[in-house]
Every structure is written in structure tokens, then in C-alpha cells.
């Protein structure tokens, strides 16, 4: 994904918490019961980590697809699996997929969550020279998402929902160089936008990017903010009631080139949920030890909570 940073005031910040946080946010939360389980979450983060790199054109990344699509097949009511050939700006052949499970596939009023599930074949923003040429492990920024994803879908198994959800599982997002070509980058949210089932029109969408890190803060991200602010406000809006305030923060910090941007071009309300102040991003150091269950668990719980 390419990157600008924006300023953030830090009073503005302070104010704004002062807003949104719930003084009994905290005793709330141990009192509900909780739909998304983060533990269990967090096995879905393990399990995709054991497999190793899920670089598109390896025996990991067909493994781990396969155990991604099997949960799926499980747990929602129908799945669409989006075959995907792409050639490489330098002539490779990839074979992708993409995962689009439907709980409710007939319901008109829909809510679509998306992720990556593929990871970087080069460490290119390592300090060593040497590791840049090592593909990114991808416990936060590829493994996080999905582990969120599979959490709700067993949440959505265990109680339907009354509205319709997709769960859009992307491949091929990070294998290119998102600073010098475009053809190589967002590949299977692309291919999406470019194939929706006839007539679809969600009500919003919402993508879930590196989103387990220990130290996680959400900010608005600017694209969002611009293209779709209804939906960003209400993101962080039930994150606040939830007493998630301090992790959701008002106010934009960076602008990002995801997912999320290859659906708005095609004219859907698509956001951002995506923690970029993350040190291991692109490097060999993306590894489990940096993320955590409790971290799953606040993006687990204002993912279910969007579509209840």
C-alpha cells in the first residue's frame, strides 16, 4: 500500500477522547457476553503462520487458501470462490482466488467486511539489505485480517444476522510495488470490483488491515474520511460505545492506497480499519510475537457489532 501522512493535532486528539470515551466503557464490556472470541481468533492468526509465507505461486499459499475456504464452507451459508489468472508486469503467471462468503445471500440490505489473506514476497522496508530479499512473515499484515473474518463468520454460524453479510477474503494485494506499478498491487480487490454479483450494492464495506498489533491505535484514514465519512463515523462510532474509544481515534493520520480504494472506484462505501503506526510493516520482523488476542478481540467485537 502507498502512504501519506497527514498532521494530527494533539489537542484536538485529547478533546476528542474526552468525547468518546465511556467512563463505564470498561465495566460494560465484562458484562456483555462476548459473540467474537479472541482466542480463538488468535488460533486462526497461528494456524495461518504455521503454513508459512502465503506468497501467491507457493505450496503455502495454496495450503493456506485451501484451509481458509474449508472454515468458510463450514460456517456460511454459501461461498464463491473468484478464480483469478494474472500476469506479472515482469511475464509470471499467477493463479489467485478470492473467497466471498454469504451469510443470507438472499437478504437485500447487505454489510460486505473484507481482508487480505496473501503476504509480501520481499521484506523491502528492512533495515538489512540482506532481509529485503526474505518474504514478510505477515502475522499482522495479511494473518490479522483474516483471523478477524473467520472470528465473525463463527460468530455469524452460532447467530444468523437479520441483515445480509459478505466476507470477502482478497488475494494478490501485496505481491507488486505499490510505488512503481499498479498492475501488480490489489490484484483480487480489482478483480472484484470488476465482477460483483449482478445488482450488488451494500450498504457499506469495511477492511480490516493489520489490525492485531499489541499497541494498536485506529485513526481515520484519509481515503475513507473523503469518499466515505457516513461510514467511517459510524465505525467509530460503535467502537466508542463498545468503550473502545481510546484504541478508535478521531481524526485523520494517514492516507492509504488498500483495498478499500479499488471498491470505492467501483461505488462502493468502502473504509479503512487499518493500524499503519505498526514498525515491522514490510520487514521479516511481522511475526506472531508482535500481536496479540486482546488486540483481535476490540476489532473482533466492533466487526460483529456492525452487523447486528
Not at 22 to 50: K, N
Not at 147 to 175: C, I
Request: proline share 6%; aromatic share 10%.
Amino acid at each position: 500500500m502507498t502512504i501519506r501522512k497527514s498532521r494530527f493535532s494533539r489537542s484536538g486528539l485529547c478533546l476528542a477522547l474526552a468525547l468518546v470515551v465511556p467512563a463505564c466503557g470498561a465495566r460494560d464490556r465484562a458484562a456483555r457476553p462476548r459473540e467474537f472470541v479472541g482466542p480463538r481468533a488468535f488460533g486462526y492468526l497461528e494456524q495461518q503462520m504455521q503454513f508459512g509465507p502465503r506468497i501467491p505461486g507457493t505450496a503455502a499459499h495454496e495450503r493456506a487458501g485451501d484451509w481458509i475456504l474449508q472454515h468458510l464452507r463450514a460456517t456460511a451459508d454459501s461461498v464463491v470462490v473468484q478464480s483469478i489468472t494474472h500476469a506479472t508486469r515482469h511475464g509470471a503467471t499467477l493463479h489467485l482466488r478470492n473467497f466471498f462468503a454469504r451469510f443470507r445471500p438472499g437478504a437485500p440490505d447487505r454489510v460486505l467486511l473484507l481482508a487480505h489473506w496473501d503476504t509480501r514476497p520481499h521484506a523491502d522496508q528492512s533495515q538489512n539489505l540482506g532481509q529485503q530479499r526474505l518474504p514478510v512473515p505477515g502475522a499482522n499484515d495479511g494473518a490479522s485480517g483474516v483471523a478477524v473474518l473467520l472470528g465473525v463468520a463463527d460468530a455469524l454460524k452460532a447467530k444468523p444476522p437479520t441483515l445480509g453479510v459478505d466476507l470477502l477474503f482478497v488475494d494478490g494485494e501485496d505481491y507488486g510495488n505499490f510505488a512503481t506499478d499498479s498492475t501488480d498491487v490489489l490484484i483480487g480487490s480489482r478483480y472484484f470490483a470488476a465482477h460483483q454479483p449482478p445488482g450488488y450494492q451494500p450498504l457499506f464495506a469495511v477492511l480490516f488491515d493489520m489490525v492485531a498489533d499489541k499497541d494498536q491505535q485506529f485513526y481515520y484514514e484519509g481515503n475513507s474520511q473523503a469518499f466515505a465519512p457516513e461510514v467511517v463515523d459510524r465505525v467509530w462510532r460503535v467502537a466508542a460505545e463498545l468503550g473502545y474509544g481510546r484504541v478508535f481515534v478521531p481524526g485523520v493520520r494517514n492516507t492509504l492506497t488498500d483495498d478499500h480504494v479499488a471498491l470505492q472506484k467501483a461505488g462502493i462505501h468502502a473504509i479503512d480499519v487499518v493500524d499503519f503506526d505498526y514498525p515491522y510493516w514490510h520487514t521479516t520482523e511481522d511475526t506472531v510475537d508482535k500481536v496479540s488476542a486482546a488486540s483481535l478481540q476490540v476489532v473482533g467485537d466492533v466487526a460483529v457489532a456492525l452487523v447486528r
